[in-house]
């Protein structure tokens, strides 16, 4: 697991100020949620992000989640699975997560459902994540693919449909990355009207947040952004 030095801590307050007054300045047409993508943190940092009113925290590894997560039960901390999804790890998620924004096969979300059941609590909050960009090394359905995908989670007693989630290709100029931003927010309107569900456009992250939210997103997950670029040793 990653160490943020003692010494940077301070920082992430600020970071975190600045980034919720830029959001505050641009969303004056929807509310976004700020999620904190502490994968590579240590529970110390988050505790110092939670400190200064991040209260949703985005995970990409189980068992380093799972760890903190435990090292941190007393904070009323909202986590999000945001990476890719093995089956056999779909109990662990289910039970432990209160969101899962990485959903891209109907096999998956019937494990998570079945799983949620299981644990007897609140159906688990999930997004469709997109392959916008069509980039074959990364995970997500095709646009052609959403609505099924939709139509199934819909169906699933474990789970409820929130909205859909990307993650675009990062070396497109700011042109493309509107036009991409805007076929998911696109997207997003046919499912609101489909799904009364439906309320959240996951998109935008620390390089690109500020367009995400331009193009109507719901919610970004930022991490450089607020804890600072991880070590190549972390």
């Known amino acids: 697991m990653s160490t943020e030095p003692t010494i940077l801590q301070p920082l992430i307050p600020q970071r975190i100020e600045a980034i919720l007054k830029a959001i505050d300045t641009l969303s004056s047409s ?70 899962v924004e990485s959903v891209d096969r109907e096999k998956i979300a019937k494990r998570l459902s079945e799983a949620r059941v299981e644990s007897g609590k609140t159906p688990l909050s999930v997004c469709i994540q997109v392959n916008i960009s069509h980039e074959e090394s990364k995970s997500g359905v095709l646009e052609e693919d959403i609505l099924g995908l939709a139509k199934a989670i819909s169906q699933y007693q474990g789970l409820v449909l929130r ?66 670029v991880r070590e190549k040793n972390k």
């Open 30 to 99: 929807q509310q976004v949620t700020l999620v904190a993508v502490s994968k590579m943190q240590t529970s110390d940092a988050i505790r110092v992000a939670y400190g200064a009113g991040i209260r949703h925290c985005g995970e990409n590894y189980l068992q380093e989640a799972l760890a903190k997560q435990a090292d941190l039960s007393d904070l009323k901390i909202i986590w999000h699975f945001i990476g890719p999804i093995q089956s056999n790890k779909t109990q662990l998620i289910a039970h432990h997560f209160d969101w």
């Open 163 to 228: 909205g859909l989630m990307t993650i675009p290709d990062p070396t497109l100029d700011e042109t493309e990355l509107r036009t991409q931003f805007r076929k998911m927010k696109n997207w997003f309107n046919q499912l609101q009207y489909l799904y009364p569900t439906v309320d959240t456009l996951s998109m935008g992250m620390t390089h690109d947040y500020l367009v995400a939210i331009a193009e109507g997103a719901t919610l970004v997950r930022i991490g450089t952004g607020i804890f600072g």
